[in-house]
């Protein structure tokens, strides 16, 4: 269905979870500057929680995080993040409503199920969140009936699995072994739990996968019920992420096939009934995500596509990003100086970005082009861009409507690349991002 232009996808582009990337990031801008912007916030907020451990470590995962082996070591992170979560909210106006809680990492379920309920509790105690929806990332190969119990408790809705693939020769190849039988458990024990919106991470590009074992982890990810599927292809950079050097790059596929692979599994997952959020997610017609694609009310933030509408995001935890129209920060990412600092009531973060009004209507630019797939240019972008967008145009994967540019359905797959020429700062950036595919 999708042409293919290696030329094209070879070129590094950012992600764009965020108008500037993190990338840009420098540390000009820190504590003050979230301070004062929290202090002056209305309005809701959403809520992230970083916890930055994991029981097994997978050689593939660019995440921070670490192996959750030592008690004392996750037992201090927690102190320090329950502080953090007082710190911030102490400056955070009282009418102010949180709508939004998503858990990340790592893997949440790293942590013992009472000191997750202690975090709710925190959260609750400090933040105003009146009926919040709450979602929290799951690594099925740690999670048992305590954990479902608490979801229960909690009233999580959305959760999401990270399994990214079925065949069991590819699990040892990227060092996440997890039998079908437990993700089958697993599945159950969430269902029962009350999670009514649930994803499963996929991934294409693994070394020694083929296009047929992409198919069966597909087919039995819809077999199981997915709501949402994320499907991403693979990054191989060892030289940035050292425990991926455990990979053997020789056995990975390569760019077209690659390809391929995302082309399969975007036909694939359409002909069975799921709509296409971007061209890498996935959801069924009922589930929120699609509904909000179909509605033209997707937004995308640092946990990826989501409906939520909130233009304020917190992070709390280390490494975790707070997201704002004009303010971007991140909190430091070493756990250990992360720890120092709450433990001397300092707000953690450490480096980020001041959003110019540029910024922000590049930003507006580049996210109603992945999220909705169109975007109003002025003269002056429209004439930056078009040296940059006449292979796109000319290749019919992009066409002008007239004060629109409109990405075609043969276009998907180059959505980043053709976002990424309304980036002022790309250029300077390029060999900190993967390819397109």
């Not at 042409?3 to 992600?15: A, G, K, N, Q, T």
């Not at 930055?52 to 320090?80: E, H």
């Not at 990227?174 to 009514?196: C, D, M, W, Y």
């Not at 709509?275 to 909000?292: E, I, N, T, W, Y």
Request: glycine letters at 8%; proline letters at 5%; hydrophobic letters at 40%.
């Amino acid at each position: 269905m999708w042409s293919y232009h290696p030329e094209l996808l070879s070129i590094p582009v950012p992600r764009y979870t965020s108008y500037p990337t993190a990338a840009e990031f420098t540390a000009n801008v820190g504590a003050s500057d979230l301070s004062s912007t929290l202090e002056g916030r209305t309005g809701t907020v959403s809520l992230y929680v970083h916890i930055p451990f994991c029981q097994k470590i997978c050689w593939y995962c660019g995440c921070n995080t670490g192996a959750a082996n030592r008690t004392g070591r996750v037992s201090s992170y927690l102190d320090a993040l329950h502080r953090e979560i007082a710190l911030i909210a102490a400056r955070l106006p009282k009418v102010v409503r949180a709508s939004h809680i998503a858990f990340g990492g790592g893997s949440p379920n790293s942590i013992a199920p009472v000191d997750f309920v202690r975090l709710m509790d925190a959260l609750t105690l400090h933040f105003a969140v009146p009926q919040p929806s709450v979602s929290i990332e799951i690594d099925p190969r740690t999670f048992d009936r305590h954990w479902a119990s608490v979801i229960a408790a909690v009233g999580i809705s959305r959760a999401s699995l990270g399994v990214q693939t079925f065949a069991p020769a590819i699990q040892q190849a990227i060092g996440r072994v997890q039998p079908e039988e437990a993700i089958r458990a697993v599945t159950g024990l969430l269902r029962q739990a009350g999670v009514t919106s649930l994803n499963y991470d996929l991934m294409y590009g693994l070394p020694g996968q083929t296009l047929r074992d992409l198919e069966e982890s597909l087919r039995r990810t819809i077999e199981l019920g997915a709501d949402r599927i994320a499907l991403f292809g693979y990054a191989h950079v060892p030289h940035l992420i050292a425990r991926q050097a455990k990979i053997d790059g020789s056995a990975l596929p390569d760019a077209r096939a690659r390809f391929e692979m995302a082309a399969f599994g975007y036909q694939f997952l359409l002909e069975a009934g799921y709509v296409s959020v971007g061209f890498d997610h996935f959801a069924r017609p009922g589930d929120p995500l699609a509904q909000a694609a179909i509605s033209g009310r997707l937004h995308r933030n640092f946990q990826g596509f989501t409906e939520d509408p909130s233009e304020a995001l917190i992070g709390l935890g280390a490494s975790a990003i707070s997201s704002f129209p004009e303010l971007i920060v991140q909190n430091e990412k070493n756990t250990g100086r992360y720890g120092m600092m709450v433990s001397q009531d300092r707000v953690p973060a450490t480096r980020g970005i001041r959003r110019s009004e540029d910024d922000q209507h590049r930003g507006r630019v580049i996210s109603d082009l992945l999220c909705r797939g169109r975007a109003v240019l002025d003269d002056t972008l429209r004439r930056e861009a078009m040296p940059g967008l006449e292979r796109h145009l000319a290749d019919g994967l992009c066409r002008f409507e007239e004060e629109q540019l409109v990405i075609t359905a043969d276009g998907l797959p180059y959505s980043r690349s053709i976002a990424a020429h309304f980036d002022v700062y790309r250029r300077a950036s390029l060999r900190r991002f993967s390819s397109a595919i």
